[in-house]
C-alpha cells in the first residue's frame, strides 16, 4: 500500500516558512510581498480560487490586493489595468484569473504582463528562461510538484519519469523541469498524449509517473509499475447525492486500485491542488526579493 | 540498408525555393530580406561558418551584411552595435556568432537582441513561443531536423522519438517540436541524457532516434531498433593523414553499422549541418515578411 502524498500539509508547511520569512523581512524593515489578483466578471469557480488566493496572502502576512472588473470590461481597459499593475512599485507580483471573457485575447492579456511580476509563470519569456534554465517564475502546478518531490525526498536522478499529457500549463513544463540538469530533476522523462500508441506499455516503464491528462480516473493498476511513484494532476466533480456539496472529486488516477501498487501517490482531493497556491506564494517572495 | 537522407541535396533545395520567394519579392517591389551577422575576434572556424552564411545569402539574392569586430571589442561596444542593428530598418534578421570571447556575457547579448530579429532562436521569448506553440524563430539546427523529416514524409505521429541529448540548443527544442500538435510532430518522445540508466533499452524502442550526445559514434548497431530512422546531429573531426585536410568528419553515430539496419539515416557530413543554413535563411525570410 503507497504512502499517500500529503499536499494539504506540504502546503501549509510552506506557507509557514513563507510567513516566518515575512516576519523576518517585517523585522528588519524590508518590502513585505505583495501580490495582486485580477478577477473578470463573476464566474462562481474563478471567484473562489481569487478569493482563495487573497486569503492565502492575507494568512502568511503578504500585502494582497483584488482587482473585480466587470464582465464588460474591454480589452483595453483590461490592459490598462495590467500596465497600472507593471508600474506600481508596491505591487511585487500579479496574476490576471482565466479564464476570460470572449470578448478578451487571453494572450495578449499574458504577454502585457511583465515578466517580473508575472508570478503565474505563462509569459513566453519565464517559459523560455525554464527551458534554458535561466531564472524565471516556474508555473504553480509544475512548481507544485517538483516541491512535492522535494519535499517527500523522492530520488529523480536516473529514474524514468513518465509524463502523461502535453498541455502548455502542466505536461510540457514538468517535462523540461524533470529532465533537466537539477535537483530534482536529471529523470529520463517520456512525455505520452492523445497521438501515443500503446500508453500502457509506455506508463508501466515508469518510476514516476505524472498524469495529467484530464480524463477521469484513466490511470488503472495494470498500467503502474509495482512501487512506482504516482502524481495525480486530474480533478474532477462526480455527483455525490448522499454528500452535503452534491459532488466528490477525483483525479485521473483510479486511486483505490492504484494506491495498492504504487510506493506514493497523491490523492485528490489533497495532493497536488493545495500546492499550486504554496507554489503561487513562494513565485510571490522570489518576486519581492527580486530573486526569481 | 537505409535510404540517405541527403541533407545537402534537401538545403540546396530549400535555398532554390528561397530564391525563387527573392525573385518574387522582387518583381513586385518589396523588401528582399537582409540577414547580418556579427563576429567578434578571429577564430578560424567562427570566421568559415560567418562567411558561409554570407555566401548563401548572395547566393540566393539576400542582402547580406557581415559586422566584423576585433576580438578587443568591449562588452558595452557589443552591445550598442546590437541596438543599432535592432533599429536598422534594413536589417531582417541578425546573427551574433558564438563563442564569444570570454570577458562578454553571451547570455546578455541574445537577450540584447530583438525578438523579431532573432533568427538564431536562441532569445528566451523566442524558446518560451516554442514551447507554447506560438509564432517565432526555431533554432535552426532543430528546425534543420523537423525540414529534413518533412521533406522526406516520415511520418512522426504516434511514433516513438528518442532524443539523446537535452542541449538548449538541439536536444530540448527538438523534444518539444516533435511532441507538439503539429505536422511533423505528434510523436510520443523520450529524452535520453549522460544520467539515464541503461540507454540502449531505451533506444531500442524508438521509431525515430534523434542523436545530439556530442560523442563520437557513441550509437552503435545494437542501440537501434531494426527499420529504425536515424538522424545524427553529432560532428568530430578524426585524424586522416591520408585526407588533404588532415581529417575526416563522423557523427554520433556509427554510421556503417547502424546503417544496415536503419530505414533512413542521416550521414555526416552532409546530414543535418547543412541543414542549418537553410533554416537560417528560411527563418530571415520569415523575418523579412514579419511572419515567424
Not at 510581498?33 to 502576512?61: F, Q, W
Not at 519569456?125 to 512535492?148: D, R, S
Not at 499529457?165 to 492523445?194: C, D, E, Q, W, Y
Not at 512506482?228 to 488516477?253: Q, T
Request: a negative charge; proline letters at 6%; glycine letters at 8%.
Amino acid at each position: 500500500m503507497a504512502t499517500q502524498i500529503d499536499g494539504k500539509a506540504t502546503s501549509l508547511k510552506i506557507q509557514e516558512e513563507l510567513a516566518e520569512q515575512v516576519e523576518k523581512i517585517k523585522k528588519e524593515g524590508g518590502k513585505i510581498p505583495h501580490l495582486a489578483a485580477v478577477l473578470v466578471g463573476d464566474d462562481g469557480a474563478s471567484l473562489t480560487y481569487v478569493n482563495a488566493k487573497v486569503k492565502a496572502c492575507e494568512r502568511i502576512g503578504y500585502g494582497s490586493t483584488l482587482v473585480h472588473l466587470p464582465e464588460v470590461t474591454t480589452e483595453e481597459a483590461l490592459l490598462e489595468k495590467v500596465k497600472e499593475l507593471n508600474e506600481n512599485d508596491d505591487i511585487d507580483g500579479f496574476i490576471v484569473q482565466v479564464p476570460l471573457p470572449d470578448h478578451i485575447d487571453e494572450q495578449k492579456v499574458v504577454e502585457a504582463i511583465s515578466p517580473k511580476k508575472d508570478v503565474d509563470g505563462f509569459h513566453p519569456i519565464n517559459m523560455g528562461n525554464m527551458l534554458l534554465g535561466l531564472p524565471g517564475f516556474v508555473p504553480a502546478t509544475p512548481k507544485g510538484i517538483m516541491m512535492l518531490l522535494e519535499r517527500y525526498d523522492i530520488e529523480t536522478s536516473g529514474k524514468h519519469c513518465v509524463v502523461m499529457g502535453r498541455s502548455h500549463t502542466v505536461g510540457t513544463p514538468v517535462s523540461i523541469l524533470m529532465s533537466r540538469k537539477a535537483t530534482p530533476g536529471n529523470a529520463t522523462v517520456t512525455v505520452v498524449h492523445s497521438r501515443t500508441k500503446d500508453i500502457p506499455s509506455i506508463t508501466r516503464q515508469a518510476d514516476i509517473l505524472i498524469v495529467a491528462l484530464g480524463q477521469r480516473e484513466f490511470v488503472t493498476a495494470d498500467m503502474v509499475k509495482e512501487g512506482a511513484v504516482v502524481v495525480d494532476v486530474g480533478i474532477h466533480r462526480v455527483p455525490a447525492p448522499e454528500k452535503k456539496s452534491g459532488f466528490r472529486l477525483r483525479g485521473d488516477v483510479k486511486f483505490d486500485e492504484v494506491a495498492e501498487k504504487a510506493s506514493f501517490i497523491t490523492p485528490v482531493p489533497g495532493g497536488v491542488g493545495p500546492m499550486t497556491i504554496a507554489a503561487l506564494l513562494y513565485n510571490t517572495m522570489l518576486a519581492a526579493k527580486n530573486e526569481k
